[in-house]
C-alpha cells in the first residue's frame, strides 16, 4: 500500500521534472543546438547517506531527483510510465526502446516484465537528462557517454554507528539492518545486471562518507560532472596521461 506521503512525494517530483524539461527545451528552439543532457547515478552502501549527499546535488543543481522508492512507483505505474515516454521526442522513443531490446538479448539477464519495466524507466529518464538517480541499477543500466557513476561507500563500523544513530536503535539492531540493505542491493544489480556493484573499476567517481562531509562530497560529484561536460563539449575522450600509461 503507498502511503499518501509517497503519493504526493511521486506527484511533486513529477511535476518539478517535467517543469524541468519544458524549460529546457521550450529555451531554444533548435533541438540540435541542446547540450548533451547529462544524468548521475548513484549507488551506495547502507549508512553512507548516499540518498541526502544525491539531494543535495540535485538541490545545487536544480535537477529532480530520484531516489529508489520513486523508481520502483514510476515502474509499476503504467500512468506514469507512459506519460514519462510520451515527453520523450520520437528518436529518443526509438534509443530507449533499442536500449531495452539490447539489455533484454543478453541470456544472462533477467527477463521478467519488472526488468523490462525498470529499464524503460530508467532509459527514458536519461533521455531526458540532467537529473541524479539513486539506486536501481541506473549505474549499469545508463548510457556511459552521458552518465557520471557515484559509489558512496563507508567502513562497516561507521555505517552501522551512522545507522544507530539515525533510528535510535542497538548496535545488534544496526548492524542486521545494514547487512540486510547491502545483501539485497547487492544481490538486486547481481542478478539483474550481472555485474559486481562493490568493484570500483564500474564507477566514475568511489567517496567514502568516513573521510568527507555531504557537502564535499556534493562539491566533488558536482566537479566532477563538470569535466564530463568539459570532455564532451570538446569531443575528447578521457585516457591515461603520459605520465600513468601503461601503468
Known sequence: MISANSQTHLAESLVRAHQHWQERHEGDSNPQSIPKAFTIAVSREAGTYG???????????????????????????????????????????GWVNECVKNFLSV???????????????????????????????????LPLATTLRVRVVAPIECRIEAVRREHSISVKAATTQVETKDRERNRFVTRHFQIDPTNPSNYDLVLNTARFSKKECADFVIAALDRLRAHSESGRTPSASPETAGV
Open 107 to 141: 541470456p544472462e539477464v533477467s527477463e521478467g516484465t519488472y526488468f523490462r519495466k525498470l529499464v524503460e524507466t530508467l532509459l527514458s529518464l536519461a533521455a531526458h537528462g540532467e537529473c541524479v538517480i539513486v539506486g536501481r541499477g541506473a549505474t549499469v543500466a
Open 51 to 93: 540518498a541526502a549527499i544525491a539531494r543535495e546535488v540535485a538541490d545545487r543543481l536544480g535537477w529532480p531527483v530520484y531516489d529508489c522508492e520513486l523508481i520502483q512507483r514510476i515502474a509499476d505505474d503504467l500512468g506514469v510510465r507512459r506519460t514519462l515516454l510520451d515527453s520523450v521526442d520520437e528518436r529518443q522513443v
